[in-house]
C-alpha cells in the first residue's frame, strides 16, 4: 500500500531533522501536530540539498545535485518518488500549494553554493540569503496559515526576515568551516582575515533588526505555529547574544554553541511567555 510507503517518507524526513538538528527538531516538537510532519518533510528536503553542496567533497557534486534536482521536478510532477525524502516533500508541496518560485529560488542558492565562494556586493549577498533562508521561511508559512493566502500575505516579510536573521547566525557561527575548509565567505565588504569588534558590530545589529520584525510576526501567527516558531526564534536570538559577546578571534576559531541544558532553559521559559501571552 502506497500509505505504508508514504509513512516510512514521512518517517526518514523526521529522521534527518533530528539527526542533523537537535535545536530544529526541538523546536518542530514544539508545533501543533497537524501542522508538524510538514515542517519535517520540508527541513528533510532543504537538509539533503544543503549536505550535497557541503558535505560530499569525495564525490562529484555536480552531478549529484543535478540528479536531485532532477528527481526533485520528477517528483512534482508525478506526485511520487522513490527517494523518501523528496516523496514526503512533494506531499507537503501539493497540498499547501507551496509556489514552485520558492523551490526554484532554493535551488537556484544550493547550486551556487557548488562554484561561489566569495559575495562581494550587497545584491548578490542578498540574493544567496533570499534563496537559502527566506523562501525556507516562506515554505513553512504556507503550513503554518493553511492556505490562507491573505494570512500569507501579512506575515510575508516578517517570515523572510526571520528566515535572514536564522541565516545569518548561522554565517556568524560557522565562519571557521565556512572559510577554511569551504573557502566560502558571505559578508560582503567584511575580511574574515582580520575580522575586528566593528565588522562584528554590523553584522550583530543587522541580524537584530532582521530579528525584531521576524518576532512582530511570530506574535501573529496562528495558535499551532506559534510556540514551535518562538522556540527557534530564542534559540538563535541567544546564540546572537552568545556570538556578541565572543571575541571575534575566538569566533575565526571556534564554533561557538548553546549547550543542551541551556536550550532545555530556554524551551521552558518560551513555554512560560507563551502561556502568559507575551508573544
Do not use: W
Amino acid at each position: 500500500m502506497k500509505s505504508i510507503f508514504d509513512t516510512v517518507s514521512y518517517n526518514c524526513s523526521k529522521i534527518v531533522t533530528e539527526s542533523y538538528s537537535t535545536s530544529f527538531a526541538l523546536a518542530t516538537k514544539m508545533l501543533g501536530s497537524s501542522i508538524r510532519r510538514d515542517i519535517y518533510n520540508i527541513y528533510g528536503f532543504v537538509r539533503f540539498a544543503d549536505e550535497i553542496v557541503d558535505t560530499f567533497h569525495d564525490y562529484d557534486k555536480e552531478k549529484l545535485f543535478n540528479d536531485f534536482e532532477q528527481d526533485l521536478h520528477n517528483s512534482i510532477e508525478y506526485k511520487i518518488s522513490l527517494n523518501p525524502i523528496l516523496n514526503s516533500f512533494q506531499q507537503t508541496f501539493h497540498q499547501y500549494d507551496i509556489p514552485f518560485e520558492l523551490v526554484a529560488a532554493f535551488m537556484k542558492s544550493m547550486r551556487m553554493d557548488l562554484i561561489k565562494k566569495q559575495y562581494n556586493t550587497t545584491a548578490e549577498y542578498k540574493e544567496y540569503i533570499y534563496g537559502s533562508a527566506d523562501v525556507v521561511g516562506l515554505m513553512c508559512l504556507c503550513v503554518f496559515v493553511k492556505g490562507d493566502k491573505e494570512k500569507y500575505e501579512s506575515l510575508k516579510e516578517s517570515a523572510m526576515a526571520l528566515g535572514s536573521a536564522f541565516q545569518k547566525v548561522n554565517f556568524l557561527r560557522d565562519l571557521k568551516a565556512d572559510f577554511e575548509l569551504l573557502e566560502r565567505s558571505y559578508f560582503p565588504n567584511t575580511n574574515l582575515l582580520e575580522l575586528d569588534e566593528a565588522s562584528k558590530k554590523r553584522i550583530v545589529d543587522e541580524i537584530k533588526a532582521d530579528f525584531a520584525s521576524g518576532l512582530e510576526g511570530i506574535e501573529k501567527l496562528p495558535s499551532e505555529a506559534k510556540f514551535g516558531v518562538y522556540t527557534a526564534y530564542k534559540y538563535y536570538n541567544k546564540l546572537l547574544q552568545k556570538l556578541q559577546k565572543t571575541p571575534p578571534l575566538e569566533i575565526k576559531n571556534t564554533r561557538i554553541r548553546v549547550p543542551n541544558y541551556q536550550k532545555f532553559g530556554l524551551l521552558a521559559k518560551s513555554y512560560v511567555n507563551y502561556k502568559l501571552q507575551l508573544v
